[in-house]
């Protein structure tokens, strides 16, 4: 039966319909039908235009990186560091402090990488009953061995409005300790395009005097294979971590200085406390502010780009303007 009180024989839509193509043609015609309407299999209705979902927001690769820096300048950073010294712990407190708007000197502006943060500061965020967790962050490990992975955090300076686009890698340590102990360089090579690399120390192990030593000579070797790795090295910034626990003495940073001076390398010491034990000396996030300041500043001195010059009565100034330099 046809629900549009044809006839079955001449209906189109039939399920083993055997009507010649010319009756059917015929048919159509005569009652008027179009001939482009859907036939059996057809959808009914027509699918809808896609729209574009949603960029990932987990951390970036190299190309993602790179495709940024064609688009505006972007600073790269270098982190490393041997296992537990830290380095993620800056990364998830930093983030912690910007999200909450306690960055020192800064504003949040964008991130390309929120979901790669909150991964890594979701320990902190779990306390059981009023009490932190015993590990404030998870061991950094990557799915790609020879690539790292980037999270990526803009920034807005108080004082003057620069915008900043830091590009931050999260590595695990285990890399810095195949680099000084093998020399495997193939995953450091995004370095070379690195401004500021931070060597990260666990400030703990600079107190005891058992491993004290064991510290600084690692940290002699680790910029002697930057030095073969890179040529010239970029600003290196010395983040001691756990400054909870005690401020760098003067002779352990004096021991620092002498080991980098062996290969004629120069660094700057900055002590923080990604999290603290002790918040009514040290609050969490101590020096964060101030390793953002020495990453984002040149060391270059200001250069005047136009001299001042005191007008002359009757000198042709723009003709001799620095004819005699």
């Known amino acids: ?3 549009l009180e044809r006839d079955p024989a001449t209906c189109e839509h039939r399920v083993g319909d055997t009507t010649p193509t010319v009756a059917r043609d015929s048919a159509i ?6 001939p482009t309407a859907p036939g059996i299999g057809s959808p009914v209705l027509e699918r809808p235009m896609g729209t574009s979902s949603f960029p990932s927001s987990r951390t970036l690769g190299p190309d993602a990186i790179s495709k940024m820096m064609a688009s505006r300048y972007v600073t790269v950073i270098g982190i490393l560091g041997d296992p537990e010294s830290g380095k993620t712990a800056c990364l998830a407190s930093l983030y912690l402090l910007i999200s909450n708007a306690e960055l020192a000197g800064w504003k949040f502006a964008d991130s390309k990488s929120l979901m790669a943060f909150e991964e ?13 967790p015993e590990q404030m962050t998870v061991h950094t490990e990557l799915s790609d061995d020879r690539r790292p992975g980037f999270l ?5 300076r108080n004082s003057d409005g620069r915008r900043v686009d830091l590009a931050l890698p999260d590595l695990p340590g285990e890399w810095t300790t195949e680099l000084v102990g093998t020399c495997r360089t193939d995953r450091f090579e995004f370095l070379k395009a690195a401004e500021v690399i931070w060597v990260v120390l666990d400030g703990r192990a600079l107190e005891n005097k058992e491993r004290r030593q064991g510290v600084i000579s690692r940290v002699g070797q680790l910029a002697g294979r930057l030095r073969t790795l890179l040529g010239e090295l970029p600003k290196l910034l010395l983040v001691i971590t756990h400054r909870d626990a005690g401020e760098p003495s003067a002779a352990v940073t004096a021991r620092l200085e002498t080991e980098l001076a062996k290969r004629n390398v120069t660094a700057t010491v900055v002590p923080v406390a990604p999290f603290s034990d002790n918040d009514k000396q040290v609050k969490p996030g101590f020096g964060l502010d101030d390793l953002i300041t020495a990453t984002t500043t040149s060391d270059l001195p200001p250069m005047t780009f136009w001299l001042p010059s005191d007008p002359v009565e009757g000198a042709r100034s723009y003709i001799g303007y620095r004819r005699d330099r």
Do not use: F, T
């Open 1 to 3: 039966m046809c629900a």
């Open 152 to 156: 990526h955090m803009r920034l807005v």
């Open 120 to 132: 890594i500061a979701r320990g902190a965020r779990e306390w059981d009953a009023g009490n932190p």
């Open 29 to 34: 015609k005569a009652e008027g039908s179009d």
